[in-house]
């Protein structure tokens, strides 16, 4: 079988089968770390916090930690504050002409930036791990604790913050000597960790009466529809082509060549649904401390509810414009092509180039953002039509857009190791195309 010889043909590379070795014993260990809790925290009073994170906001939270959130592990925080605060870092980018001249210093710039990405999450960490206390006092009962006072908090506070740089220290070995992009697959592994799990709670729900083993059938076979879905939307791109003018060096000929540039569909990635989330879930907190009952709060802080994702819908095609805008720079990209002698067939450089790189990308934004939307909301959907919350979440959204990026692009660089030694790839027709970002532009 082909499957089984792609197999022995990535053990026989020596380099390869080291760097997934290497990724499998990491991956092995940051899994244990989510059984650790918190010292001074009984283990076996966690009912409380584990309902709590069954469905809705902190069921996702708790999917991106992979159950160390519902586990008062000290992985509890997960990696998300450093992706918020590379996101952060990001945006001031675009904002601040210091940051922009970091990016353009080459390696150089990219140590600095990755330095105050990590102060930034330390001071995230130390403002959200206290609040996750908080958050522990009001869901456990008092003998869950064993442990009191300021040394309690304290220490946990210390643990928190050294747990999530633990992590975030484990993905960037992922990165240099493993394969695929480490913080992507630590946040694809705590997805995937959990889908057994709700895979067999679903089934059960079925076989006991609602709808039987066809209903069953029927989910498997839309999970799989919305996965090749969700895959054409990764992987779709707008080919512009462009002709170099041709140059003649002695008796060599140079340029002449016609190539194209790829510009995606869903350039902006996950962070528009990552944008839309954060802004949602400010109903949910002032609900949380103000004990309102309004119509508007009520209305949304439920996840599943209409309101709720219609905004979610409309804020996300916003966000993917906005993101595409400050990503995507046609002044830019018709320099650049300028500079090397590049030109789109029938189109004028300079001026026209950028309009018509500015028309294409409106164009393909709109359909990829509705797809996007559709996506993000998908899980709702799938409640409402009968598939328990804990399944649902598998039916879209972020976790179902990281899951799908971070295999191509795992897969992706295993096929470049095996082509590089002339080994066939891992298809028998055409080569797997990764998203060619990182989840820092997850």
Do not use: C
Request: aromatic residues 10%; hydrophobic residues 50%; without cysteine.
């Amino acid at each position: 079988m082909r499957f089984i010889q792609t197999i022995k043909n990535i053990f026989k590379i020596e380099d390869l089968r080291a760097r997934l070795i290497y990724t499998l014993a990491i991956i092995t260990l940051y899994r244990l770390g989510k059984y650790i809790t918190l010292p001074g925290i009984d283990p076996s009073q966690l009912a409380g916090l584990k309902n709590q994170t069954s469905s809705g906001i902190m069921g996702l939270l708790d999917m991106f930690s992979g159950g160390a959130f519902s586990q008062a592990s000290i992985f509890a925080l997960g990696i998300m504050p450093y992706i918020s605060a590379s996101i952060v870092v990001q945006l001031l980018g675009i904002v601040f002409p210091y940051f922009q001249k970091l990016q353009k210093e080459g390696e150089s710039g990219r140590r600095k930036m990755n330095q105050y990405t990590r102060y930034l999450t330390v001071g995230i960490l130390i403002l959200q791990a206290p609040t996750y206390l908080v958050n522990l006092s009001a869901q456990l009962p008092a003998t869950a604790f064993v442990l009191e006072g300021w040394f309690f908090k304290f220490s946990s506070v210390v643990i928190l913050t050294a747990g999530t740089m633990f992590v975030m220290w484990l993905g960037e070995r992922i990165t240099d000597k493993g394969i695929g992009n480490g913080i992507s697959l630590i946040i694809m592994i705590g997805i995937v960790a959990r889908m057994p799990a709700n895979f067999v709670f679903e089934a059960g729900a079925r076989m006991n009466g609602a709808g039987g083993p066809i209903a069953l059938i029927v989910e498997i076979v839309i999970l799989f529809v919305v996965i090749l879905g969700t895959i054409m939307l990764v992987q779709g791109t707008r080919r512009v082509p462009v002709q170099y003018a041709r140059r003649i060096v002695g008796n060599k000929q140079y340029g002449g060549v016609r190539q194209y540039i790829p510009l995606k569909v869903n350039a902006a990635g996950v962070m528009p649904i990552i944008f839309a989330q954060a802004i949602m879930m400010l109903p949910i907190i002032i609900a949380g401390y103000s004990n309102s009952s309004s119509g508007f709060v009520v209305a949304f802080s439920n996840m599943y509810g209409f309101w709720y994702n219609l905004v979610t819908g409309i804020l996300i095609i916003l966000f993917t414009y906005f993101y595409t805008a400050i990503t995507i720079n046609p002044v830019q990209m018709a320099e650049d092509m300028k500079k090397n002698g590049g030109f789109i067939p029938g189109i004028k450089p300079g001026r026209k180039t950028v309009e018509f790189f500015d028309t294409i990308m409106s164009r393909i934004t709109l359909p990829g953002s509705v797809f996007l939307a559709i996506i993000a909301i998908l899980p709702a959907i799938a409640v409402k039509a009968g598939i328990t919350p804990q399944f649902a979440q598998f039916y879209g959204g972020t976790s179902l857009l990281i899951l799908v990026g971070v295999v191509l692009d795992t897969l992706q660089q295993i096929e470049s190791h095996l082509l590089m030694r002339h080994y066939d790839g891992l298809m028998k027709s055409g080569r797997v195309k990764g998203r060619s970002g990182a989840v820092t532009s997850i």
